[in-house]
Nanobody, 125 residues
Framework: VQLQASGGGLVQAGGSLRLSCVAS????????MGWFRQAPGKERDFVAG????????YYADAVKGRFTISKDNAKSTVYLQLNSLKPEDTAEYYC???????????????????WGQGTQVTVSS
């Protein structure tokens, strides 16, 4: 599986962006999907996750209420809508796929099997 992330950019504080991650292959509907982010000099942290059927979502406390993850299995795409952006949201954002068929979304990056390249989000104050 290959994941291709896009949609990053430079935005002012309070603005919005929508990130997309398109997956190759025919088993996208079997994957729980996640978004992570990594700021310079920091660890790659969990941001949001969504279950295979898109029935369950989970968010890091720092983004809850501002970011929304969604999944379109027909398009093999997972989205992350970023609203009310803050300078501290500045980071490289990565999408990832969990092929384990587990029923719950996990936030541990080691549990994800496939990773896309990052897309940079920069929020100016």
């Amino acid at each position: 599986v290959q994941l291709q992330a896009s949609g990053g950019g430079l935005v002012q504080a309070g603005g919005s962006l929508r990130l997309s991650c398109v997956a190759s292959g025919r088993t996208f509907s079997n994957y729980n999907m996640g978004w992570f982010r990594q700021a310079p000099g920091k660890e790659r942290d969990f941001v949001a996750g969504i279950s295979r059927t898109a029935g369950t979502t989970y968010y890091a406390d720092a983004v809850k209420g501002r970011f929304t993850i969604s999944k379109d299995n027909a398009k093999s795409t997972v989205y992350l809508q970023l609203n009310s952006l803050k300078p501290e949201d500045t980071a490289e954002y990565y999408c990832a796929a969990d092929r384990s068929l587990r029923s719950r979304v996990v936030e541990t990056r080691d549990e994800y099997d496939y990773w896309g390249q990052g897309t940079q989000v920069t929020v100016s104050s």
